[in-house]
């Protein structure tokens, strides 16, 4: 991954933590949902799909590698599969600690 590449996803994830910080007082008004801001469930169900993206990216790269087509090389194939993985590992850390968090607030007496 280049340095331009790392740098492009730092920017996105702090944009996605800004919005995640800001999202509880956009979630008040729903003028505010129908003004284009994207809500919780849009913004998990597409990070999902680009994670999806990505294997199936990853997995056709390593198809092709597989059968033998020489416009593929080991290299990239073996930098997608480990980009897709960290992907997926990351996405499901933070399911856990979602679903952590959900449990917590389920347990809170009142």
Do not use: C, H, W
Not at 28 to 35: G, H, N, V, Y
């Amino acid at each position: 991954m280049s340095s331009m590449q790392i740098q492009q996803v730092l920017a996105e994830m702090r944009a996605l933590q800004a919005r995640a910080a800001g999202a509880p007082a956009q979630m008040a008004s729903p003028a505010t949902q129908a003004a284009g801001t994207p809500d919780f469930a849009t913004l998990m169900k597409d990070s999902v799909d680009r994670i999806a993206a990505m294997q199936n990216q990853a997995t056709a790269l390593a198809g092709a590698y597989e059968t033998g087509d020489k416009s593929v090389d080991l290299a990239k194939v073996m930098i997608e599969v480990q980009k897709a993985d960290l992907a997926f590992r990351a996405m499901t850390q933070v399911r856990n600690k979602l679903l952590d968090a959900y449990t917590q607030v389920m347990n809170m007496s009142v």
